[in-house]
């Protein structure tokens, strides 16, 4: 830091955002995961100018070259392939920020709980979350999005829903990116546990509920960061693989994964079609974990400058 | 040594009991039941004859009492039959987990060389040209979905350059050694690519930090050459994190193998139990998902004696 800042204190955010900043790769990966963002947002508009429809099928215009009204040509079924793009990479980033918060809910409650009660329950939680780690998880994600709701007491009408099947992925990949977050909420509330103004808490009768919400998760919070932003990016990426074989995301809804869905045929017919959905999966997953790593650089109290 | 063997077995024979009823009430859970899929082709079948069915094959009991029948018929290895494949489930299994663990233990060990390699070459000289690289190429290995990676692989070497095959295992009339390797070239690189990213990036973290240890100075203060400094002083040391965080990523390492299987037409277990889910295969998906389980929790066992093996300070 340069002396002449010294004489104003600097908040501890204020400097981690300067030691961000100083990170090239974290800021570029910044700026293109904004241009990401405005790319997706764009998608109604940008239909609305084409004056197409990234619904409706055409068979007549399969595989259509790009074109005025098509920039990017058309998709196996005669649909604009930019638009759907476009909102298939609105779900795609919705599914994976939305997963992250579940996941992250669910790493928070088991980390926090273990951390805090220690003894048996610890020993629990944290083989289970090991054993989690070391599963094959990809087959298991495949049974479990191939579940039938109904048999789990879902009514039919919701089971077959355009929704049900969203907030289906959103909580299967939840379930498995859970196990990081409450490890490193173990370890911080271990020692947060034993600090003086925790336990004062607890001998003028806090109750384990409040102590945890109100002295604890605050401060679990700041460490997270970092792990959380590197969620997304394996999210993201697990919505991909799901939607890609099919069992995620499903058509009509395009996702950048089911988009690919019958790649095999893409990769003779139309070779680009094939390029352009993974590749945004690839700068979207990259983008985030540099900015991941910009962010461990910024909160590392150990970086310089 | 021996009480710490014995103790992790039963931990790991736990799990897989644990997993196993998971399993088996997911798979109860699935669309469906061998029934329909029996009367699916005899639309004259009345619900007189559907519930006789069930209580026949005994699927009108409790899913514990289920659950009891199977496991004892399984401890005597008897899995039952593949209804896609109209063969008892363990002839149908055992080639398929030979050919994954073919397509897994070679990426792995390639991935694993390569991870060193450029690890330790990144670690020598943090924030370097090098490290720059290396760095890159392992956030692209983490951030590439792994089937495009198979995807774009099949467009640019199989149909541009018509170099290798882009599916199954071996050339119809032919089936010799070089036709087999031919056929695995490219799924073993996509696996291999796919893992080398996250492996390279502990091995450079654990370099990094060994080589900061008081042991190595010493080492250079009395004079070792920087080779030896590094291959024998600093990176034995360096493994013993690495070689647990690698074995723990066998689970993901078949989660790849499963997308690789099926973009390049493999039939291991990964594609196996793709296909028995989509054809509700419920015995072969069962078993499959058991013996990707086993293989995993094996390997993580393996990893546990390595541990005690790399570092003499853990009296096992």
Redo the contacts between chains.
């Keep these: 830091m340069s002396a002449t800042t010294t004489d104003r204190a600097v908040s501890p955010w204020r400097l981690r955002w300067r030691r961000f900043r100083g990170h090239r790769a974290g800021m570029g990966s910044l700026v293109v995961l904004a241009l990401l963002v405005i790319f997706v947002a764009a998608a109604t508009p940008v239909a609305h100018y084409l004056g197409v429809d990234p619904y409706e099928t055409d068979l007549l215009s399969q595989y259509g070259p790009p074109s005025a009204a098509h920039p990017l040509g058309t998709d196996d079924a005669g649909r604009d392939e930019l638009v759907r793009l476009m909102l298939g990479g609105q779900i795609s980033l919705l599914v994976g920020v939305l997963a992250t918060l579940v996941g992250t809910l669910i790493g928070l409650t088991v980390g926090v709980v273990s951390g805090y009660f220690g003894k048996r329950l610890d020993a629990v939680l944290m083989r289970f979350t090991d ?1 989690m ?8 994600l ?3 999005a ?3 709701l109904t ?2 007491g879902f009514s039919a009408e919701f089971a077959h829903s355009g929704a049900a099947g969203f907030w289906r992925v959103v909580v299967i990949v939840a379930l498995v990116d859970w196990t990081g977050i409450a490890r490193l909420t173990r370890a911080a509330t271990l020692s947060l546990r034993e600090r003086d103004y925790v336990r004062s808490a607890r001998a003028s009768g806090g109750r384990a509920g409040y102590i945890m919400t109100a002295h604890i998760l605050p401060n679990v919070a700041t460490p997270l960061i970092v792990a959380v932003t590197l969620t997304v ?1 394996r999210v993201i ?1 697990f919505e ?2 799901l939607s ?3 069992f995620g995301i499903v058509a009509p809804t395009p996702s950048w ?1 089911n988009m ?1 869905n019958n ?2 045929e893409l ?2 017919t139309a ?1 680009a079609l ?2 352009y ?3 945004l ?2 700068i979207t ?2 983008a ?3 900015v991941g ?1 910009g962010l461990q650089h910024a909160f590392d109290p150990r970086s310089e400058r | 040594m021996k009480k710490f063997i014995l103790a992790r077995c039963w931990q790991a024979a736990l ?1 897989l009991l644990v ?1 196993s009823f998971v ?1 088996y009430s ?7 039941d061998p029934i329909d899929v029996m009367i699916a082709s005899n639309p004259g079948a009345t619900p007189d004859v559907v519930a006789h069915l069930r209580a026949i094959y005994g699927l009108d009991q409790p899913i514990l009492l289920r659950y009891a029948h199977w496991l004892l018929a399984a401890v005597q290895g008897d899995f039952g039959y593949s209804r896609t494949h109209s063969q008892p489930v363990m002839v149908v299994l055992l080639p398929a987990l030979w050919q994954t663990c073919k397509l897994m233990l070679t990426s792995f060990v390639a991935s694993v060389v390569l991870a060193f390699a450029l690890g330790v070459c990144a670690a020598l000289k943090p924030g370097g040209i090098a490290d720059g690289i290396i760095s890159l190429f392992a ?2 290995g ?7 990676l198979a ?2 692989l ?2 640019i070497v199989a ?1 541009n350059w018509h170099a290798l095959p882009a599916s199954g295992i071996s050339t119809v009339g032919d089936g010799g050694l070089w036709d087999q390797v031919r056929h695995l070239i490219l799924p073993v690189t996509t696996l291999a690519l796919a893992n080398t990213g996250q492996f390279t990036r502990f091995v450079r973290a654990a370099m990094i930090e060994t080589l900061r240890m008081d042991h190595v100075r010493t080492a250079r203060a009395k004079g070792a050459g920087e080779g030896r400094v590094v291959l024998i002083h600093a990176l034995r040391n360096a493994m013993i994190p690495v070689v647990t965080v690698m074995a ?1 990523s ?3 390492l ?2 790849g193998a ?2 690789t299987e ?2 390049f037409a493999q039939p291991g277990m ?1 594609k196996m ?2 296909d028995a ?2 054809g509700n295969d419920f015995n072969l ?1 069962l078993t ?2 058991l013996f ?2 086993l ?3 094996l390997s ?1 066992l393996l990893a546990d004696l390595a541990y005690g093996w790399l570092d003499p300070r853990i009296s096992l």
Excluded: C, E, H, R
């Design positions: 054993g780690i070391a599963l094959p998880l990809l087959p298991l495949i049974v479990l191939a579940l039938d048999k789990l990016g990426l991909s693989v890609f074989l099919g994964g690919l790649a095999q990769v003779t070779p094939a390029i959905p993974g590749l999966i690839f997953v990259i985030v974990n540099f790593d | 799990v997993m399993i997911l798979i109860g859970l699935m669309p469906g956030f692209a983490i951030s590439v979905p792994v089937f495009w995807l774009v099949i467009l149909v723990l066998f689970g993901s078949f989660s499963l997308i099926t973009m990964g139990i793709y889910i989509l998906a499959g998902l990707a389980t293989v995993t929790l993580n």
